[in-house]
């Protein structure tokens, strides 16, 4: 379960509540602020926090006064304009703060990205939810031959029962260690009261990557958008794929302006080295080219291929 009854009630009375304000308002966002999206068995991601929206975006940009009266149609040209040119810094504006719940192997690759603000559920002083990740079935693939960082077909049979049967016992057993090494009762007094159970920063070093752990996550709208480029790309791990995609559908509600720019020069867009680019002039002018003629490696000329749609 991603929240628990007390937690979905908090979220509601949180929704629940609306004061007036000068500042601006992204009426897309506001519409699913403080709501979690599931995700994974128990992870979610929601909305906890913003600031600006699109018209931040082109005023910051125009270093203008107020909000502007130019036409929507304006902002989107001069938005788009500033994503292709990589002019960034207007985007830096606004700012948005997720409450993530995740496992540790996901957050281990999310952290990663430095550009953000973090804080994370302390398992100093709490103590973890009994909550790990199990892959899906249909996620518990094999490691692929071909890419070191991707996977292969999915496993079926006596063996997917087996791996499920492991993943699910080794981290009930862990997490049933951990408690009796802790050794709370339910109101804080030992469990068992001949022994004083060990600290909990020493206990949960046997849990496994799978546990769920929780973060506030801030960031600007420029490095959540180099975030989401790179975690919602194919090349990712489905596991944190799946959070950058519910991330980008808060995107679209948040500055719709800017996450259709960022699909256009971003997501759905593709780089060229300078030979990579002389080698597509080249087809272009009626050229025919194989690797050893295109000055490319060959790796690197089957993904140019690849990207053109020209499969090896
Ligand atoms: C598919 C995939 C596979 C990966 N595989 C691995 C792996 O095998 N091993 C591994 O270790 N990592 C791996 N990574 C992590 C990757 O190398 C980056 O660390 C991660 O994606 C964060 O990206 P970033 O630096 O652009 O983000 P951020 O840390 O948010 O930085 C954003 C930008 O800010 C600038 N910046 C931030 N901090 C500094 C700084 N201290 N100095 C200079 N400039 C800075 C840089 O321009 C950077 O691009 C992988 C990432 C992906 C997406």
Redesign the pocket.
């Known amino acids: 379960m991603s929240l628990t009854p007390e937690q979905q009630a908090e979220i509601e009375a949180a929704r629940a509540q609306s004061a007036p304000t000068r500042r601006a308002v992204a009426p897309g966002l506001e519409a699913i602020l403080y709501e979690a999206v599931p995700l994974l068995d128990h992870g979610f991601v929601r909305v906890v926090d913003y600031m600006g929206d699109d018209a931040a975006i082109v005023q910051a940009a125009r270093v203008s006064y107020g909000r502007g009266t130019r036409k929507v149609s304006d902002d989107r040209g001069l938005i788009r304009y500033l994503m292709r040119h990589y002019h960034s810094t207007p985007f830096e504006m606004c700012e948005i703060k997720f409450h993530v719940k995740l496992p540790i192997f996901v957050a281990r690759?999310w952290i990663?990205?430095?550009?953000?603000n973090v804080n994370e559920y302390s398992a100093r002083y709490s103590v973890l939810d009994r909550e790990f990740y199990i892959p899906a079935p249909e996620q518990l693939a094999a490691q692929s031959l071909s890419n070191r960082?991707g996977r292969g077909h999915v496993l079926s049979g006596d063996e997917a029962d087996a791996v499920l049967r492991l993943l699910k016992d080794d981290a009930e057993r862990t997490y049933r260690d951990y408690a009796w090494m802790l050794n709370e009762g339910e109101n804080g007094e030992p469990a068992d009261p001949e022994r004083q159970g060990l600290a909990r920063e020493l206990a949960r070093i046997n849990l496994t990557l799978g546990t769920y752990t929780q973060w506030y996550w801030k960031t600007d709208l420029h490095?959540l958008m180099?975030?989401l480029r790179?975690?919602a790309?194919g090349?990712?791990q489905y596991e944190i794929r799946v959070y950058a995609d519910a991330m980008i559908a808060m995107l679209d509600a948040w500055t719709p302006l800017a996450a259709e720019a960022f699909r256009e020069y971003r997501l759905g867009a593709a780089q060229l080295s300078a030979t990579g680019l002389q080698v597509v002039r080249r087809m272009l002018a009626g050229e025919t080219l194989d690797a050893a003629s295109s000055g490319l490696s060959k790796r690197e000329f089957g993904e140019l291929m690849a990207l053109l749609g020209r499969g090896q």
Do not use: E, P
């Open positions: 690759q990663r990205h430095r550009t953000a960082q490095n180099n975030f790179l975690r790309d090349h990712a």
